[in-house]
Nanobody, 117 residues
């Protein structure tokens, strides 16, 4: 119903920046919010940032002031600008899209972000 395509992951040195992009396709009209999660081995998947279709945002405390989420409704795309990266940010980052009507979250395949010290 909804497909998510992510891009922008890669390897970066500590202190550097990356911008992740996620474009949704399919039943776009059902999406009420999009966001980014991340997961590292041995830990639970963590919500990093989220943005609603109306523009409201929220962030994990660990990334406030460093990361910024934004969206382009016309392009069905959400971005995650990541600045001042540190090795603790190393994780697989997953794009999500929410459909509140059926209580469903759609997941992208994930993109690896590796921050070297």
């Amino acid at each position: 119903q909804v497909q998510l395509v992510e891009s922008g992951g890669g390897l970066v040195q500590a202190g550097g920046s990356l911008r992740l992009s996620c474009t949704a396709s399919g039943k776009i009209f059902t999406i009420s919010a999009m966001g980014w999660y991340r997961q590292v081995p041995g830990k639970q998947r963590e919500l990093v940032a989220r943005i609603t279709s109306s523009g409201s945002t929220n962030y994990a405390d660990s990334v406030k002031g460093r990361f910024a989420i934004s969206g382009d409704n016309a392009k069905n795309t959400v971005y995650l600008q990541m600045n001042s990266l540190n090795p603790e940010d190393t994780a697989v980052y997953y794009c999500t899209a929410e459909n509140r009507m059926i209580a469903t979250i759609y997941w992208g395949q994930g993109t690896q972000v590796t921050v070297s010290s």
